[in-house]
């Protein structure tokens, strides 16, 4: 047996004697396994939910009775952000995002339902969390493990004998580093069961081992940083007095400042500021319910000149279908630039806050970790886009039957004459133009490319500070 196989063995047999270390073993081990548990079993029973929302949904737009094609463009249509398979592990802005969006002619609404308000009582990170769990929580217990790895060995006064015998200080920190490694190696076992399991529904083999893999990093980081400080300081009170601050700037202090540094240096505009620059533009764009708009001028004399007649009565189409389609295609072409400006904001805020990864492995652990789950900022913009696809093409849909299956001279006298109203009534079987909404997670390549940066970052931390520990360890003196 090496010297440093044998210095993890003596270490592991200190823990065993120590019944705190043993305790907060114990403890920290049932915490994970209960968290990971609770978090399965929570989105799973949410993903279950919400597919049968959105199955309900469906099935109560496509049994609508006969009615006129505008009524259900206005009655819309309800869509649902189903959580990815790894969201088991990192549910990301799932609490805070909103889970469905209520899609209807001439507006964008904003996703609603979101649990944020509902978790706002137990503090602030909210529902806890695997990710969470072991970006704050599993560092502290390596802390409590490690911090004392060379301060013992100098307080007994074993560091000089060892080192007196041949012991080399690589040797005895890579038998610490092990010690220490395993235990972390350990506390990775609940996540390695939760990539499990978001394989078996459907996620990317690759994928859900890059982020047991990021997560084997992230406490490699902490063990190497627990390392580098036990051996650069004296005192076992002085060392964990370091790293308890050192956890403290990393893991909490840093990720609230750079937030709130990103919503500073990149103010997004509220929805009334918002709301008000539109208003030029929707009113250029004229008003859909009303066909003698002066903005339908051209229309109407193109579709005359088009047909050979003098009156839009006479058209073969009705016009105030086709004024309802080309007014929503104004319209959501003005509300398409606006929604892009607000996600190119949100994507400004995203990015200055991911510029402090390079200062912080937990921010760098969150970002990649998101990232590779599909659950962070560019999947709920990509939620939004296709679900506003979906609503732009069952919208259309709806007014190509209204200007192809009724009669102007009807259309215009549904409110005054009952025969008008019933014949504008089209058959049910038309609802069926909705087609059905899936939201599946991003491919995995462009998953990894969004992780890429964050993941640059970490391992950026665990060469610093490995070659940090490195130098600390040839300079190691009794």
């Known amino acids: 047996m090496t010297a440093a196989l044998r210095i993890a063995r003596a270490e592991w047999g200190y823990w065993r004697h120590s019944r705190l270390l043993l305790a907060a073993l114990a403890v920290f081990g049932l915490l994970l396994a209960a968290i990971a548990v609770l978090s399965a079993a929570r989105i799973e029973s949410e993903a279950t939910r919400r597919a049968a929302q959105q199955q309900a949904a469906e099935q109560a737009f496509t049994t609508q009775p006969d009615r006129h094609p505008h009524r259900m463009v206005h009655y819309g249509h309800y869509v649902f952000r189903t959580p990815p398979p790894l969201a088991v592990f990192d549910p990301g802005i799932d609490a805070v995002a909103g889970q469905a969006l209520f899609l209807e002619g001439h507006r964008q609404n904003s996703a609603a339902f979101a649990e944020a308000p509902s978790a706002a009582g137990v503090g602030a990170f909210g529902v806890p969390h695997p990710a969470l769990a072991y970006q704050l929580l599993v560092p502290l217990l390596l802390i409590a493990l490690g911090h004392a790895a060379f301060a013992r060995e100098r307080e007994a006064g074993t560091l000089a004998p060892l080192l007196a015998q041949g012991v080399r200080p690589a040797q005895l920190a890579a038998g610490k580093a092990i010690a220490l490694g395993i235990a972390a190696l350990a506390m990775l076992l609940p996540a390695v069961g939760l990539v499990v399991l978001a394989v078996a529904h459907g996620e990317a083999p690759a994928i859900a ?7 084997a990093g992230y406490l490699g980081a902490w063990v190497l940083a627990v390392l580098l400080l036990g051996a650069l300081l004296p005192r076992r009170a002085d060392v964990l007095g370091a790293l308890l601050l050192a956890w403290l700037a990393t893991a909490l ?14 103010p997004a ?31 109407r004399r193109q579709l005359l000149a088009q047909h050979g007649v003098e009156r839009v009565e006479d058209l073969p189409v009705n016009f105030r ?34 510029a402090f990864a390079w200062a912080s492995p937990t921010l760098a652990t969150g970002i990649a970790s998101r990232a590779l789950a599909g659950t962070d900022l560019l999947a709920m913009h990509r939620f939004q886009r296709e679900a506003e696809a979906l609503r732009f093409e069952f919208v259309q849909g709806l007014n190509q039957v209204h200007a192809h299956a009724l009669r102007y001279a009807d259309d215009i006298q549904r409110s005054v004459d009952p025969e008008a109203e019933r014949r504008t009534r089209v058959d049910a079987s038309h609802w069926r133009l909705l087609r059905a909404f899936t939201f599946e997670p991003a491919a995995p390549a462009a998953r990894r490319a969004n992780a890429s940066a964050a993941g640059a970052a970490l391992a950026a931390w665990l060469l610093v500070l490995a070659l940090g520990l490195h130098l600390a360890v040839a300079r190691l003196r009794p």
């Open 321 to 354: 279908g086709m004024v309802a389609t080309i007014a929503e295609e104004r319209l959501t072409a003005l509300l398409n630039e606006a929604a892009e400006r607000r996600m190119a904001q949100e994507r400004a805020q995203s990015a200055r806050l991911a």
């Open 253 to 266: 202090v840093l990720p609230r400042l750079a937030a709130s540094h990103a919503v500073a240096a990149v």
């Open 209 to 215: 081992a890059l982020q047991v893999l990021l997560y």
């Open 269 to 299: 505009s509220g929805k009334i500021a918002a709301d008000i620059a539109l208003l030029e533009g929707l009113r250029n764009a004229g008003d859909g319910h009303n066909a003698a708009d002066p903005a339908f001028d051209a229309l």
